[in-house]
């Protein structure tokens, strides 16, 4: 069993954990990110992570995983390994997240919702929404890294494999900005 401690180590070894001024995907800005691309470039911390991970909901039944592109879809894949399940990600389409590429989920089945990372939870909320409107079942959500603390509600049961409460702040109370610090947007929305 992996601790904190060892995944923020992972992290660290790999480069993922950024220090500085960022625009995170929610809009928010923070002086940490978690660029989990660079972490998930390597397959052997991929597996070791998505394993324990996993094992979180061993007990659980669940037919498909499911994550947000871009940095839900090798999660997803990785997961629905360790489960013996099937991996889907979902995408925007003007604005809007769906299932594509001749995606489909049966009424009733399983699922379970992944993300790299997450600050607010929007797109896994976005997601736990596409697999409630399509009749699935969620059977929880599971994320590498929780920056919100814990206090992202997702409105699932939801496990992490890192809980930390890194600073975020509305763009217009960012003490960054106002020290005139420009903010970088390293996600993959500015793609």
Not at 36 to 57: G, N
Not at 110 to 117: A, G, Q, S, T
Not at 139 to 157: C, E, I, N, Y
Not at 174 to 183: F, N, Q, T, Y
């Amino acid at each position: 069993m992996l601790t904190e401690a060892e995944v923020k180590s992972i992290f660290e070894r790999t480069g993922a954990l950024l220090q500085g001024h960022f625009q995170l995907t929610s809009g928010r800005h923070g002086d940490q990110y978690f660029q989990c691309a660079l972490v998930l470039q390597h397959p052997k911390y991929t597996e070791m992570l998505c394993r324990e991970l996993a094992a979180r909901f061993s007990g659980e039944v669940i037919n498909t995983v499911i994550g947000p592109a871009m940095g839900g879809i090798i999660v997803s894949y990785e997961m629905a390994r360790a489960l013996g399940a099937r991996s889907l990600f979902t995408e925007r389409e003007n604005g809007v997240m769906k299932l594509r590429r001749g995606f489909s989920l049966e009424p009733g089945e399983r699922v379970l919702v992944v993300e790299d990372v997450i600050t607010t939870g929007g797109s896994v909320r976005e997601v736990v929404e596409v697999v409630r409107g399509l009749g699935g079942e969620v059977a929880g959500a599971g994320v590498l890294v929780d920056r919100s603390g814990g206090t992202a509600k997702l409105g699932v049961r939801t496990e992490a494999l890192l809980t930390t409460k890194a600073a975020s702040y509305a763009p217009e109370n960012c003490p960054l900005c106002k020290r005139g610090i420009p903010a970088v947007k390293p996600g993959s929305r500015n793609v």
